[in-house]
Nanobody
Framework: QVQLMESGGGLVQPGGSLRLSCQGS????????????FTWCRQASEKERDMVAE????????GYADSVKGRFTIDKDNILKTINLWMNSLKPEDTAVYYC??????????????WGQGTQVTVSS
């Protein structure tokens, strides 16, 4: 059973940096997460959950929301089995709960979509 667990959230001052990690387990049939699209999403209080960054492991390509381009970077660590979100130049509007999603539905069927529990990021002075 695939499981995702986010970590690395916390309180940071504006202009600061954080690294979020999404620890994946149960991907035994998918070496190096092959066939999965990983997405970091965030949900601020009383707002919808929005995509922040996306990593397509099959194409080795990444995409970002306009609001975070040039500040956030998503990457994959095959040894540690993590999907990381490196966040720089943080702003108060980046405050949200950040979630990791693994979408393997294209390769492994309609049930192959998984979410983590989320980690809180608060940007405040």
């Amino acid at each position: 059973q695939v499981q995702l667990m986010e970590s690395g959230g916390g309180l940071v001052q504006p202009g600061g940096s954080l690294r979020l990690s999404c620890q994946g387990s149960g991907f035994g049939g998918s070496p190096n997460f092959r066939g999965y699209i990983f997405t970091w999403c965030r949900q601020a209080s009383e707002k919808e959950r929005d995509m922040v960054a996306e990593l397509n492991t099959a194409r080795n390509s990444a995409g970002y929301a306009d609001s975070v381009k040039g500040r956030f970077t998503i990457d994959k660590d095959n040894i540690l089995k993590t999907i990381n979100l490196w966040m720089n130049s943080l702003k108060p509007e980046d405050t949200a709960v950040y979630y990791c999603k693994a979408d393997g539905t294209m390769w492994y069927g309609p049930d192959a979509e998984y979410w983590g529990q989320g980690t809180q990021v608060t940007v405040s002075s």
